[in-house]
């Protein structure tokens, strides 16, 4: 990658700066006034009442916790000078720092209200050392274009922000009611608060994943009481959306080398208003750490004046730190940063650059590691069992497991999921049946990134750059192609390389500023769309009642009527009884004692069929011998599970049949049925110790 001139320095406040500032900030408010506005859900005021209270009151921790981590970038920006200035780059470097140390501390046991506030004030406090003398200050765009282009930025801030309250569950229907934050992103550090340290869980073999994003949960909860507040966690995405966008600013004015912002700001405006970044951005998942270290690895590689092994080691460690928050960093991302480390530096210098990174990927990840080469005796458990060995797996399930992360199909049915919709999925579940970039929350994305790639390819100026992004972006497509079960949502750490290119590209067309309002217009105009679409077209429907209607029997009108099997679930059975999850792996909501297992794990139930074949009165009697008190069923689930072929063998539509009826019998004979929803049953297997009616 060729070096460009330094940009100038000379951008200076315009005399209207504090007054565009305002502007930008009644801005931001109605944004959020009008898509708090979008369907029914209780008065508008009401709305922006709890909007309020959501930012104020479970905001303020993920904003303390990236204040931190903002100070420790500062810490090390003492020892390299040359990032000192770049504010963004600081942040996404203090963030990779912060993790570790709270993912280190939580996997020793030592993360605790008192050590996660010392970590937090130390942070902290070097930011503000920092900030005094280096002040942050207001630089506004003074050209009508970058000012247009990012008021629209704004509009979609406040987009997150207002998307970001509602509880998890209640949006997306790409997410099947954040059913991956349900099972393990918010799920897991419950877990894990409960039992005083982040460790692997037999039962939820997501459990051994990285798990930095999900440890920094934990920390939240330690700021604010060791409660899990749900929606810090979203903001917390939405904070590293924003700092992601900053970083891919950076990178591309600093490559692009122009006076103008609208660079930088067109590639903000892709990484804020791309619909799919919304949805992550505001549901507590860990995309948003490999977009936000996706976007500083880039800034890295964009900065002047840094040596072959700094550059290789920030890089590096930004990359460790993508691959301990989402793992398939490592396909979609690493790769593309490799090939522009290579490019930007001299081959003579090459072994200077690999090894502090390798050493600085090494070092993100080793916690990590460490404790899963302790928990399974596989560093990487369940992948590479090969060669590590399974673990407490047999090989049933790491087939099971493999099978279900893999896409059976030639090449061809491949190549064509990039673009085409699936032919065998069903026509009424859009993520499914657009797997690729074809799918709608690419919004104008993949359409910009494509369109910028060509005409870089055919300028003569710029055709080895295009050569250079077009190997970039090819590596994680041909890993997608080849080593993933084909998901539209897996291209996101892409989402910043892409980003800074449509930026560049913008300065080498003519009609720049038109074109970046029009793609920053059109990627508004489809991310508030889907947002409004959301609940068939009430997106802000559970806003106001908020968590209370997945864990309390109450209505939209406060009345005692269950709308969801969880509240039903709590309202039934009393928070000291213990409930086993047949088929269900979302217990966040639940009250009472859950066991439960992912379908890839073993169900306790299972090893009772192997012990006693074809009794279930056996298999009722274990689970009341291991303390279970209510059995709750998911029929739909189960079946679901056993045509995709993800259910343990020894689980069968008979067996199910067979249990079902058993626990039918039992609970006429003395125990409770209560029927939580068309799939759901729970089922009373022992009777209460109390017979006096609960309170």
């Given amino acids: 990658m060729p070096d460009h001139p330094q940009p100038s320095t000379n951008l200076q406040d315009t005399p209207h700066s504090r007054g565009f500032a305002l502007a930008l900030l009644g801005l931001l408010t109605l944004s959020i006034i009008g898509f708090g506005a979008i369907g029914r859900g209780g008065p508008l005021e009401g709305r922006l009442v709890v909007i309020a209270g959501e930012v104020v009151f479970n905001g303020w921790m993920p904003m303390v916790y990236m204040l931190s981590a903002y100070g420790f970038g500062c810490l090390l920006a003492r020892y390299i000078p040359v990032i000192s200035g770049n504010h963004a780059l600081k942040g996404a470097l203090g963030l990779a720092l912060m993790l570790w140390i709270t993912h280190l501390l939580g996997t020793l046991g030592l993360l605790n209200e008192i050590s996660a506030w010392i970590i937090t004030a130390i942070g902290a406090a070097l930011c503000v050392v920092s900030l005094r003398s280096n002040p942050l200050r207001m630089n506004l765009p003074s050209d009508r274009a970058s000012r247009g282009v990012l008021a629209m930025i704004v509009v979609g801030i406040g987009l997150l922000i207002v998307a970001a309250s509602s509880p998890p569950g209640s949006l997306w229907d790409s997410e ?29 073999v997501y459990s051994f994943h990285p798990g930095y994003i999900e440890s920094a949960y934990v920390h939240l909860a330690m700021l604010g009481g060791r409660s899990i507040t749900l929606q810090s966690a979203q903001f917390f995405s939405l904070l590293m959306i924003l700092l992601a966008a900053c970083n891919c600013a950076r990178a591309t004015n600093e490559y692009a080398g122009h006076d103008s912002r609208l660079p930088g700001l067109v590639a903000a405006s892709l990484v804020v208003l791309t619909p799919w970044v919304v949805v992550v951005g505001t549901m507590s998942y860990n995309e948003p750490g490999a977009i936000v270290f996706g976007g500083g690895a880039l800034a890295v590689i964009c900065t002047r004046s840094i040596s072959p092994a700094m550059r290789g080691l920030l890089c590096g460690l930004l990359v460790g730190a993508a691959c301990s928050c989402k793992l398939t960093a490592i396909y979609f991302l690493a790769p593309s940063i490799a090939a522009l480390l290579f490019a930007r530096t001299p081959v003579r210098s090459w072994r200077i ?58 090449l061809m049915d491949r190549l064509a999921m990039i673009a085409l919709p699936d032919p065998d999925a069903s026509p009424l579940i859009h993520v499914a049946r657009f797997r690729g970039l074809s799918n709608i929350q690419w919004g104008l994305f993949p359409a910009a990134v494509i369109l910028m790639l060509a005409w870089l390819l055919m300028k003569r100026p710029t055709h080895r750059l295009g050569a250079l992004l077009v190997l970039a972006f090819g590596l994680p497509m041909i890993a997608w192609i080849f080593a993933t079960h084909l998901q539209s949502r897996f291209f996101l750490p892409m989402v910043p390389l892409g980003a800074c290119v449509v930026g560049f590209g913008c300065t080498t067309i003519h009609a720049q500023r038109p074109a970046a309002a029009l793609l920053a217009m059109g990627s508004l105009v489809f991310a508030g769309g889907l947002f409004a ?44 009884e213990t409930v086993y999850l047949l088929g269900d792996a979302t217990p966040m909501y639940l009250r009472p004692r859950v066991v439960y297992n992912t379908t890839y794990d073993t169900p306790i139930v299972a090893g009772l069929i192997e012990m006693h074949p074809n009794d279930p009165p056996r298999w009722v009697d274990g689970l009341a011998n291991q303390g279970i008190d209510w059995v709750i069923v998911n029929t739909s689930e189960l079946a679901r599970l056993d045509s995709s072929g993800w259910l343990d063998p020894r689980i069968s539509p008979h067996t199910i049949g067979q249990l079902t009826d058993t626990l039918h019998a039992r609970a006429l004979g003395g125990g409770t049925i209560v029927v939580l929803d068309p799939a759901r049953t729970a089922y009373r297997i022992k009777k209460p110790i109390d017979a006096q009616p609960r309170p």
């Fill in 176 to 204: 099947f009611g954040a059913y991956d934050s349900l099972s393990y992103h918010l799920e897991l550090p419950k877990e894990w608060i409960s039992d005083g340290r982040i460790w692997p869980k037999e039962h939820n």
């Fill in 353 to 410: 650059l690999i090894l502090p990174g390798l050493a600085a990927s090494a070092a993100m990840i080793m916690p990590w590691t460490i404790r899963n080469m302790i928990a399974s005796g596989n560093p990487v458990f369940p992948h590479l069992a090969g060669i590590f060995g399974s673990g407490h797996w047999s090989s049933e399930q790491l087939a099971r497991f493999a099978a279900a992360h893999h896409f059976d199909g030639t």
């Fill in 533 to 576: 679409g959301q609940r068939s077209g009430h997106p802000n429907e559970l806003l106001t009642i908020g968590a209370a209607v997945y864990t309390d029997p109450l209505n939209m009108d406060g009345q005692a009527q269950s709308l969801t099997w969880s509240a039903g679930l709590n309202a039934a059975v009393d928070s000291s």
